[in-house]
């Protein structure tokens, strides 16, 4: 491994959590490699093993197996140098000081922080600059999250979930700022599970479920593979993969007597199954929103 | 450091922790030694008790004073604030200085209230008996230090409350704040292996006591250890570096 070309380099992680449920393997194996300056999302469902692997990227976990490392170095490293930055998803701010008071006491921490009333106002927080942390609201506290990831000037952003709590406008800003400043050739990760945010934002969309990457590939490649519409039908007796063989059909889940569909191509797979199969019933087509298609398949 | 400059900002405003630190021993001194100010012999033990019970509370305020640093960060590991803490440059070992820090700087607010208000009572001592006391509270307060490092590990913010609070009274029961520990039986050895009672003993400088012999510094010097080490071993699994 090269010190000049490691960006993010995940070998092997795994973790498996212990739980009076038995053990849950929360992360199963995942390989990864980020190049400095690329904008990746990581994109899956509630459970898919997204935050464990952030948490992991970052050293706030120990994996069970496999190694992280941060531009050559140890997570740890990484961090003691300022050089990452990070918006995790949960978490309260400290209470008892005031928002402009939170971001100096941080800022002083970091070697080449930004300045703190700038970074206000790229994150649209100047106007509570004065308000206690404690009486923020979801969205607010949610955007002093985004100004202490801002503030760190680090190489690396990592934001876990970033825009959970912010209304469609809030959202919206976000996302500008944040095109904005991952032009200046940071390497920035984020969590989602909006397919609409990897699509319009990253460069390349990881794809997980169930504590794997089941895709990884451009946004467009991704949205191929996950399947622009869903149709779903009452089909007994007909196996998976044999559905999964017709035209236009990227992945089939069974549910009982019923089977969902994603498709590439809905209206080639609409006439493959009334053609193949007279005895479907209640065929339904959704209505072509991508975040239904892909929550369906990786639920 | 802007870090601990703001951490002592937060304190202050800390409404609950400072009126309990800092309020409330000064407030149950005030209404013990106004009354009796003119009472010269505790118990036969011809001590005025305004000499007393300042310096019983220098030690119950500033024990409790530094004990909160484990109440806050129990607060900041139930927050998840702890887990953005580790996110920024900030050392481990700075993290922990800056608690301890901080908790020094409360306790020795405490005993200098306590002193001033004492002094208002016409509490006289030779200038080198108010060193020499202060010196040997702050040095017999470092386990304490590590005793509330450990607990802020080991429970959660709803449970650290009674946990700590406990802790300090139990403490300062059994090492003879409230009380003088007999001379003899079985409470009297007990005491002597506490830090509490040294710290009680430190603070009876003030009332002509003459410190700590030697298995007062080992009582002392055994407890930050032990406590250090378990507060250690408790932050590492918290964080899950084995």
Known sequence: ?299 | MTYLRYELLRTVRNRRFFIISLAIPVLIYILIAAPNRHAHNLGDTKIPIKVYFMVSLAVFGSMNAVLGAGTRIAAERTTGWNRQLRLTPLSTRAYFATKVVTGYAVACATIALLYIVGAGFGVHLAAGDWLKMTGYLLVGLIPFAALGILLGHLVTADAVGPTVGGAGAFLAFLGGVWFPVGQSGVLHYVAQGLPSYWLVQASHVGLGGAGWPREGWLVILVWTFVCARLAMRAFQRDTGRA
């Not at chain 1, 909006?194 to 590939?217: K, N, Q, S, T, W």
């Not at chain 1, 493959?272 to 479907?280: F, H, K, L, R, S």
């Open chain 1, 1 to 299: 491994m090269s010190a000049a070309s490691a960006g993010i380099e995940l070998r092997g992680l795994k973790k498996t959590y212990r739980t009076s449920d038995g053990p849950i393997e929360a992360v199963r194996g995942i390989h990864l490699e980020i190049a400095p300056g690329q904008t990746v999302a990581l994109l899956g469902p509630n459970g898919a093993g997204k935050s464990t692997t952030i948490d992991m990227m970052l050293g706030l976990t120990r994996p069970d197996a496999g190694t992280v490392t941060l531009f050559g170095r140890p997570p740890e490293d990484a961090v003691a140098a300022g050089a990452v930055g990070a918006m995790l998803q949960s978490g309260a701010l400290m209470r008892d000081l005031t928002v402009r008071e939170l971001l100096l006491q941080l800022a002083s921490l970091y070697p080449h922080a930004e300045d703190v009333d700038e970074t206000m106002k790229l994150a649209e927080i100047d106007g509570i600059a004065n308000q206690r942390t404690q009486k923020l609201s979801g969205g607010q506290s949610q955007r002093v999250r985004f100004a202490m990831a801002l503030l760190t000037n680090a190489e690396l952003l990592v934001l876990d979930e970033p825009t959970v709590g912010m209304d469609v406008e809030s959202r919206h800003a976000f996302w500008t700022t944040m095109r904005r400043l991952a032009s200046g050739g940071r390497t920035v990760l984020f969590a989602t599970h909006y397919l609409e945010e990897a699509d319009e934002f990253a460069d390349r969309v990881v794809l997980m479920a169930h504590g794997e990457v089941v895709a990884d590939g451009t946004p467009n490649e991704i949205k191929s593979k996950v399947g622009s519409r869903t149709i779903r039908a009452t089909l007994p007796d007909v196996p998976a993969d044999e559905l999964e063989r017709l035209p236009g059909v990227s992945a089939v889940e069974r549910r009982g007597s019923g089977v969902v569909l994603a498709c590439s191509d809905s209206d080639a797979a609409i006439r493959a199954i009334v053609a193949t199969y007279p005895g479907a019933r209640n065929i339904e087509i959704g209505g072509g929103s991508l975040e239904a298609a892909f929550l369906e398949l990786t639920a």
